[in-house]
């Protein structure tokens, strides 16, 4: 069991569907990450917010758009996906603060997201 | 030449054996390093995090850290097929707006019962 939750844990779409990703932390962390990871492939940063504010977009295209609502939750809010969007989508948290990016991020389970 | 580099392996190890896993990084000011475990379908679970020279230990895992070599590595001793999965190396890198984690491919061990 992780103390970073993701729902829900599979999805599948279709290209012109609205579907939202959610992940909750309770472990008082103050950044929180999104990643993308393709099969036998390491995790590729996507987002990173900092006290709920966004701190890093790795030049996301804009059908991702992610959402901090509080220091506890992250969205991520997917629209008109391709079919190379199909991944696994993991959030992970760090206690953030001076130290960010030096910090050990702890991860949740993961979204595996198809697209059709 | 990439910024973190593992063999991808396989690695095979007998069990009981000792696994040893390598990793170096380009960039000189990286100052936190980080060893993942992911076994296939799961997400990566942090097993060690190493900031200073030397070495760290953790029961049967041990990350050992030589910032002047720029190389990071992850023993594990005793190992058993339970161990089997994809180690993932991650140096962080600092941006004036914070920071992030860079991943090494990723070396996938195998040991064998």
């Known amino acids: 069991d992780t103390e970073v939750t993701q729902t829900p844990k599979h999805l599948v779409m279709g290209m012109t569907n609205k579907k939202s990703l959610k992940c909750e932390q309770h472990m008082g962390h103050r950044a929180m990450y999104w990643y993308k990871q393709k099969a036998k492939k390491p995790p590729e940063l996507m987002f990173v917010y900092s006290y709920e504010k966004l701190s890093i977009n790795e030049s996301v295209p804009s059908r991702f758009s992610p959402e901090c609502p509080n220091s506890s939750l992250l969205n991520l809010h997917l629209h008109a996906l391709q079919p190379e969007d199909s991944a696994l989508y993991l959030c992970a948290s760090s206690q953030g603060g001076s130290g960010l990016g030096s910090q050990p991020q702890h991860f949740g389970d993961g979204t595996r997201l198809s697209i059709l | ?113």
Do not use: H
């Open chain 2, 1 to 113: 030449q990439k910024e973190v580099e593992q063999n991808s392996g396989p690695l095979s190890v007998p069990e009981g054996a000792i696994a040893s896993l390598n990793c170096t990084y380009s960039d000189r000011g990286s100052q936190s390093f980080f060893w993942y475990r992911q076994y296939s379908g799961k997400s990566p679970e942090l097993i060690m995090f190493i900031y200073s020279n030397g070495d760290k230990e953790d029961g049967r895992f041990t990350a050992q850290l030589n910032k002047a070599s720029q190389y990071v590595s992850l023993l594990i001793r005793d190992s058993q097929p339970s161990d089997s999965a994809t180690y993932l190396c991650a140096v962080n890198r600092i941006y004036n707006q914070g920071g992030k984690l860079i991943f090494g491919q990723g070396t996938e061990l195998s040991v064998k019962p």
